[in-house]
């Protein structure tokens, strides 16, 4: 893609993105910070596995705010059947998938234009969702996805990190 396909595309994402999520949509939170100097720039929770069913909407919201996706880069672990490529709103967006186990997703916007996204458990609860995804977009966060899910309580299957008095971090504990 050249420049001059889309010569305003924004370096960072607007503030208005932090709006209440409607349902039915994508619940999306992103950092709006202008540096992007965290790890991660925002945080997606899917509602199930099935990425033919949740990363339309994904992509959807976010052209809105950074013009047109051309790759999504997914774990292969954490999804349910992965096709190379999927139609949304009449562009195609191609995909790839790995088996990293890193609780992301990559989203290439251009040609080298990538944004890091935490990707929330769909089975996560509420609270728990809230507390990753507020970490995740928490200016100069250095936390990495796995610790960020670890710390909040938000995947039971690994367990939360032991602080320094030995008792085990709640979810409730982050501000």
Same mark, same amino acid.
């Given at each position: 893609m050249a420049d001059t396909d889309?010569?305003?595309l924004p370096e960072h994402f607007p503030d208005e993105i932090q709006r209440a999520v409607k349902p039915g949509t994508a619940l999306l939170r992103l950092?709006?910070?202008q540096g992007r100097q965290g790890i991660l720039d925002g945080a997606w929770w899917p509602r199930s596995r099935d990425i033919v069913a949740e990363l339309p909407r994904l992509v959807t919201e976010l052209v809105r705010h950074l013009g047109p996706i051309t790759r999504v880069g997914l774990d292969a672990n954490a999804w349910d059947e992965l096709p190379t490529r999927l139609t949304v709103d009449d562009r195609v967006v191609h995909i790839d998938s790995f088996p990293v186990g890193d609780d992301t997703v990559l989203i290439t916007r251009g040609d080298r234009d990538h944004f890091s996204l935490l990707v929330v458990p769909p089975r996560a609860t509420p609270d728990a969702a809230?507390?990753?995804m507020a970490?995740?977009?928490q200016g100069g966060?250095?936390?990495g996805a796995e +610790?960020?899910?670890?710390?909040?309580g938000t995947n039971p299957d690994r367990p939360r990190r032991v602080d320094?008095?030995?008792a085990?971090? +709640?979810p409730d504990d982050l501000t």
């Open positions: 889309n010569p305003h950092e709006t910070a809230r507390a990753a970490k995740a977009v966060n250095v936390a +610790q960020i899910l670890i710390d909040t320094d008095a030995g085990g971090r +709640q």
